[in-house]
């Protein structure tokens, strides 16, 4: 079956610590994004990616990084650096950026815990 | 102030009610979403529209672009209806799509 599979689905990590979330897409889609969702907010653009080897910052990018290394692929690292890390991440795809309409695939999400 | 304004922020139904989330958006789109998020955290896109109205087994998407407004209808009401649904509109940069802004969601209650 074609989907969006993020892992794990609980992940906790100790202050200070980097931590690497997974998304992994089998839909053939050229664009990955990620996302944060808070209580009571709306969910809010980390990076995202067009196309393999390129990314570009969303909105609340200080503190992430993320590569884009296969088409299939988009790791989010939450660094040390991110003052806030505990939330929910969504990782989304959808086909060619520009392509009308533009529908967006979610995965079913990772809930970072930092003690 | 929000780009994408969902009201209300909870509610609470009875089993078989008709149900009506509204969504208001103040920025020129290309396209608005409707998406469901159950308890688990997971998120399906239920309804794309640009224009007019989409119905899909009891769920009902209506767009008004003049007024920049969307409402989600459910009809006859069922406890597994229970969710977060989000509004999330895709913004028209001069004929450029935008990336996905997201209303806060509203949280469905239904009560058997």
């Known amino acids: 079956d074609g989907g969006i599979t993020q892992s794990p689905k609980y992940l906790f990590r100790k202050e200070g610590q980097n931590v690497t979330l997974s998304c992994e897409q089998n839909?053939?889609?050229?664009?990955m994004y990620w996302y944060r969702q808070d209580p009571g907010q709306g969910l809010r653009l980390i990076y995202y990616?067009?196309?393999?080897?390129?990314?570009q910052k969303g909105d609340i990018a200080e503190g992430y990084s993320v590569s884009r290394e296969k088409k299939e692929s988009f790791p989010l690292t939450v660094t040390s650096a991110q003052k806030n890390p505990t939330a929910f991440y969504l990782c989304?795809?959808?086909?060619?950026?520009?392509?009308?309409?533009?529908?967006?695939?979610f995965g079913p999400g990772t809930r970072l815990t930092v003690l | 102030k929000n780009e994408v304004e969902q009201s209300p922020q909870n509610l609470t139904a009875q089993e078989g009610e008709f149900i009506t989330i509204n969504c208001s958006y103040s920025?020129?789109?290309?396209?608005l979403h409707w998406l469901q998020q159950h308890p688990g955290g997971g998120i399906v896109s239920l309804f794309m529209?640009?224009?007019g109205k989409k119905k899909h087994g009891r769920l009902i998407a209506t767009i008004n672009i003049q007024e920049k407004h969307s409402s989600l209808h459910i009809t006859a009401s069922h406890p597994r209806d229970s969710a977060v649904y989000i509004c999330?509109?895709?913004?028209?940069?001069?004929?450029?799509?935008?990336?996905?802004?997201f209303g806060k969601g509203t949280k469905l209650s239904v009560k058997p």
């Open positions: 989304a795809s959808s086909i060619a950026p520009g392509y009308y309409p533009n529908e967006q695939f």
């Open positions: 529209l640009s224009s």
């Open positions: 839909l053939n889609h050229d664009a």
């Open positions: 999330a509109v895709r913004v028209n940069y001069g004929g450029s799509q935008g990336n996905l802004i």
């Open positions: 990616s067009q196309i393999v080897n390129d990314f």
């Open positions: 920025v020129g789109i290309s396209a």
